[in-house]
């Protein structure tokens, strides 16, 4: 596709400035904040996203953006660049490394491009649809067919009682081999990377699904919304293996 290569090496500039900036505050004393929905946001998600902002309206000021913090700008452009600076703050103002940046590229509004970024561990995955590289190295997810062999992952449990139904769900966690919730963006990351058979997340922004979509299906995964539909048009996600998927999409509905 036309600019994507060069699209792509303005994705890992993005990663890098924005990485730069979590680094610095990973693990140090710093105000945490509550948004109106009362998730916390810290002075390095707000920078990360200024940083990011900046560099594009500077080298792309014909693009629009859709940033969790900043809100939109030029929302009828044709590309769009879609940022999460820190995808899992909670997990972030722990100390945890389950946290990451999400960046995608959208073209008309489809995701050709997706990021995510664990700027702690070194860890740079980006997709584009077709392929999925981890670092300049491929990557694919594995293979596995019977629900009883699947690695899941979920967010929060406490989200599934809230959007989905809770009895189904807790049905499909009973089958599986292993169930924890290391999630957000870094579910997707280890579904991508064959660490992990299927993530759930039973609500999503545009800014926490959008990244994800080139990356799961780059790997070879498929993403639907919880009812299997398209999720670039959902408010959730399912993503995992061919072998299982529907099977898990069936059970859950």
């Known amino acids: 596709?036309?600019?994507?290569?060069?699209?792509?090496?303005?994705?890992?500039?993005?990663?890098?400035?924005?990485?730069?900036?979590?680094?610095?505050y990973f693990r140090q004393d710093f105000v945490i904040e509550s948004k109106e929905d009362e998730s916390p946001v810290t002075i390095a998600d707000k920078t990360a996203e200024e940083?990011?902002?900046?560099?594009?309206?500077?080298?792309?000021?014909?693009?629009?953006?859709?940033?969790?913090?900043?809100?939109?700008?030029?929302?009828?452009?044709?590309?769009?660049?879609?940022?999460?600076?820190?995808?899992?703050?909670?997990?972030f103002v722990c100390g945890t490394v389950t946290f990451g940046t999400l960046i995608a590229l959208l073209k008309n509004g489809e995701p050709i491009m997706g990021i995510i970024n664990q700027p702690i561990l070194n860890e740079f995955l980006i997709g584009d649809n077709e392929t999925a590289l981890l670092n300049d190295q491929k990557v694919n997810v594995r293979e596995c067919n019977n629900i009883s062999d699947a690695y899941l992952m979920t967010t929060d449990h406490l989200n599934i009682e809230k959007y989905q139904d809770l009895a189904k769900f807790e049905e499909v966690m009973r089958k599986v081999k292993l169930y924890r919730q290391w999630g957000d963006c870094y579910g997707y990351y280890l579904v991508a990377t064959g660490y992990a058979d299927v993530m759930i997340d039973p609500i999503m922004s545009p800014w926490d699904s959008l990244a994800v979509i080139p990356v799961i299906k780059g790997a070879g995964g498929i993403i639907t919304d919880y009812q299997g539909k398209d999720p670039v048009k959902g408010e959730s996600i399912i993503a995992g293996v061919s072998g299982i998927h529907s099977e898990i999409i069936k059970s859950l509905n």
């Open 1 to 24: 596709m036309e600019n994507l290569i060069e699209f792509k090496q303005f994705g890992k500039l993005l990663s890098e400035v924005s990485g730069k900036v979590i680094r610095k």
């Open 51 to 91: 940083k990011m902002r900046e560099i594009i309206m500077r080298n792309y000021p014909e693009h629009g953006i859709i940033g969790e913090e900043f809100g939109n700008y030029n929302e009828d452009a044709e590309y769009k660049w879609v940022l999460d600076p820190i995808d899992g703050t909670k997990s």
